[in-house]
């Protein structure tokens, strides 16, 4: 819910109280939470503006403009319709997935925006570059398709990376990582991971829990009166502790993102604990006077069209 909501309020329906319901939940929830102050900035969570804008908010709410209108159907289904499926998939399938989705994606756009047609026939351009070039060789005339385009086949290859990318030996020397000369530690995932990054293990962001304990354990016995790491430096320590089992090479950015995923996590849950008798009692209001409300079906949408527009508000996808 915290990371996509919209994936969730897609599949799964929804209403927006009456005015007299929702009103008093409002009222509790901003009188309530309005005056604290933030644990971090020791700012209220209010300001005049605030204030002002969460009164518009109960007008608004109080008039009736807010709640759903009774007894109408704002949801319609509609099937759901999914380019790529790589749930699941190994990391070079996924590769390979989004390498296809990007030409083909790429290939409908363009002809779409800038030529104004719909795109029709295969998705292979190189089919049609070696045409050309065999077109060429016999003195034929190229085809009205591609006789501005410039053929590919005469220009050298591109040193650009798509998705796990190499890095460079001098950054490896840097951060501790050894070249990969013979990889065979670990599942068959982190091996190719690891061989596509040129690296003798697999370089991945902080999940195990062997990995949490050894940052804590490196942050509290080096950093512990420094104001934030020198990631670099941190990231050459955890390297040399690297098994390619439970603990797995890391690069600055790696550590840092989890340095700020901590101190985000032990702010909220410092304010949790220091405000916790009134979210319990906001919690309360708001329990017992949002009854819950039969919601009307939901109404099934004609076949996909690019050409059809929606009225509606709210799309549910059917899974």
Known sequence: MAKNSAWIWKRVKRT???PH???????NLFL???SLKCVKYGLPLFDKVAWKSAVNVLVAVKDGHVSDPPDLSLYHVREHYKKVWIFGARPEL???ALTEYRLRHNTDASTLNRLGYEHKGHYEPWLNQVIEKLRASLHLSATQQTACTPNALDFCG???????CPISNDLMETLCVENNNTLTLGTIDLINTGKTCLSDYAILPVHTSEEKALFEDILVDNYQSSAEPNWSQFASRWNTSADGIAIFYKTPEHLKLYY?????????AKAKAKHSTIIQKVRSVISETMISQSIPPAINLPGRSNNTTVPFNRILVKI
Do not use: A, H, R, W
């Open 21 to 27: 319901m929702l009103y008093t939940g409002l009222y």
């Open 260 to 268: 700020n995923i901590c101190q985000e996590n032990k702010i909220v």
């Open 158 to 164: 591109s040193d650009e990376v798509f998705g796990i």
């Open 16 to 18: 927006i109280p009456p």
């Open 94 to 96: 996924t590769d390979c």
């Open 32 to 34: 309530s939470f309005g």
